[in-house]
T-cell receptor
Framework: DGGITQSPKYLFRKEGQNVTLSCEQN?????MYWYRQDPGQGLRLIYY???????QKGDIAEGYSVSREKKESFPLTVTSAQKNPTAFYLC????????????FGPGTRLTVT | AQKVTQAQTEISVVEKEDVTLDCVYE???????LFWYKQPPSGELVFLIR????DEQNEISGRYSWNFQKSTSSFNFTITASQVVDSAVYFC???????????WGAGTKLIIKP
């Protein structure tokens, strides 16, 4: 079954700790994305990657970091510098960037206390 | 600047009613793409449809239909004979050839009452 997996589904961390969210896809897509969604809000782009070893900041990259060492994987690290990290994080992929539909993983709900 | 407006924050209807979700977009590009996604309570976004700016034909898929009108910059989504399982937040999005990012609307929460 092709798709996008994110783990874990729920994640709890103490303030001041860095945390890494996993995103894996087996769709052979070049492009991958990370979004943040706050309750009752739309999606905001954190980072995106058009190809392996390349990534670009989105609208709200501050306090986050990513890597793209493999085509299948695009992990997101939420650092202690992110002031309001509690949110729902969604990973997506598409064949390429541009006008292609994005397919989403199930998301990770991060709670930082 | 590009923009997507979903003016309906929340819609509530009784099961079996038809319902239309509005989406109005702004762009200066002549080549662009429009999308609809569904986000059920589980949270995962489900892709529904992609339309390019050169194809104004309406699309029908089962109980779902989409009306793309360039003259009014709208890409509206209609659910016929709604069902409780249609309850979700629906997002409209825009992608331009000149911009790698998807521009998202704020979403419309659809509640279907039994």
């Amino acid at each position: 079954d092709g798709g996008i997996t994110q783990s874990p589904k729920y994640l709890f961390r103490k303030e001041g700790q860095n945390v890494t969210l996993s995103c894996e896809q087996n769709l052979n897509h070049d492009a991958m994305y990370w979004y943040r969604q706050d309750p009752g809000q739309g999606l905001r782009l954190i980072y995106y990657s058009q190809i392996v070893n390349d990534f670009q900041k989105g609208d709200i990259a501050e306090g986050y970091s990513v890597s793209r060492e493999k085509k299948e994987s695009f992990p997101l690290t939420v650092t202690s510098a992110q002031k309001n990290p509690t949110a729902f994080y969604l990973c997506a992929s598409s064949i390429r960037t541009g006008g292609y539909e994005q397919y989403f993983g199930p998301g990770t709900r991060l709670t930082v206390t | 600047a590009q923009k997507v407006t979903q003016a309906q924050t929340e819609i509530s209807v009784v099961e079996k009613e038809d319902v239309t979700l509005d989406c109005v977009y702004e762009t200066r590009d002549t080549t662009y793409y429009l999308f609809w996604y569904k986000q059920p309570p589980s949270g995962e976004l489900v892709f529904l449809i992609r339309r390019n700016s050169f194809d104004e034909q309406n699309e029908i898929s089962g109980r779902y239909s989409w009306n793309f009108q360039k003259s009014t910059s709208s890409f509206n989504f209609t659910i016929t004979a709604s069902q409780v399982v249609d309850s979700a937040v629906y997002f409209c999005a825009l992608s331009e050839d000149s911009n790698y990012q998807l521009i998202w609307g704020a979403g419309t929460k659809l509640i279907i009452k039994p």
